[in-house]
């Protein structure tokens, strides 16, 4: 069975940093496109981020551009999410999610992140 | 950046009914090179993750009912229930996934009148 395991989220001052986890298992990892996708409370899905099987080519939302990196550890099938200075509008829960392609087939249940003071 | 509207926002349908959504994206997803619509329709149930239904605009993905489908080409797009069931009652999105960033239409919440 495929499964995506969030892991990491809380709550962070504005200004902080968090890093978010993904643990993946049931398929075979590497050769999975994978990618973050947040919802703020209340609001819509929202496209993050994406990174390639091997890691060599990454993608993300212009609002996160400097401030998140995405990551991934082929050999721990895990994927991760730095964010650095975090904004109030950054509060949403953050899904891991993947697929073959920039196609998002599976999804994580979500782990949520709180910037607040 | 491709902008994804759906229609209508909300929309209230009685069982057994067919309940339409549409999706317009500000320029056409559809490949020259492959001739596929890069759109995508996913379900999404108060807390659970979203679920993906139809992928290349029409191919309903493995274990969706056949109830669902998805049309269009281009820029329009249309996810159509045939015949409501009380299960369906969910939020749903489009969502692009030509170029970079994959962006999400609103979302429609379809609910029992």
């Known amino acids: 069975e495929v499964q995506l395991v969030e892991s990491g989220g809380g709550l962070v001052q504005p200004g902080g940093s968090l890093r978010l986890s993904c643990a993946a298992s049931?398929?075979?990892?590497?050769?999975?496109?994978m990618t973050w996708v947040r919802q703020a409370p209340g609001k819509g899905l929202e496209w993050v981020a994406n990174i390639r099987q091997d890691g060599s080519d990454k993608h993300y939302l212009d609002s996160v551009k400097g401030r998140f990196t995405v990551s991934r550890d082929n050999a721990k099938s895990s994927l991760y999410l730095q964010m650095n200075n975090l904004r109030a509008e950054d509060t949403a829960v953050y899904f891991c999610a993947g697929g073959s392609g920039w196609l998002v087939e599976r999804w994580g249940q979500g782990t949520l992140v709180t910037v607040s003071s | 950046d491709i902008v994804m509207t759906q229609s209508p926002d909300s929309l209230a349908v009685s069982l057994g009914e067919r309940a339409t959504i549409n999706c317009k994206s500000s320029?056409?997803?559809?490949?020259?090179?492959?001739?596929?619509?890069?759109l995508a329709w996913y379900q999404h149930k108060p807390g659970q993750p979203p679920n993906l239904l139809i992928s290349?605009?029409?191919t309903r993905e493995s274990g969706v009912p056949d109830r669902f489908s998805g049309s269009g080409s281009g820029t329009d797009f249309t996810l159509t229930i045939s015949s409501l069931q009380a299960e369906d009652v969910a939020v749903y999105y489009c969502q692009h996934y030509y170029s970079s960033p994959l962006t999400f239409g609103g979302g429609t919440k379809v609910e029992i009148k």
């Open positions: 049931g398929f075979t990892f590497s050769n999975y496109y």
């Open positions: 290349w605009a029409t």
């Open positions: 320029q056409s997803v559809l490949s020259s090179s492959n001739n596929r619509n890069y």
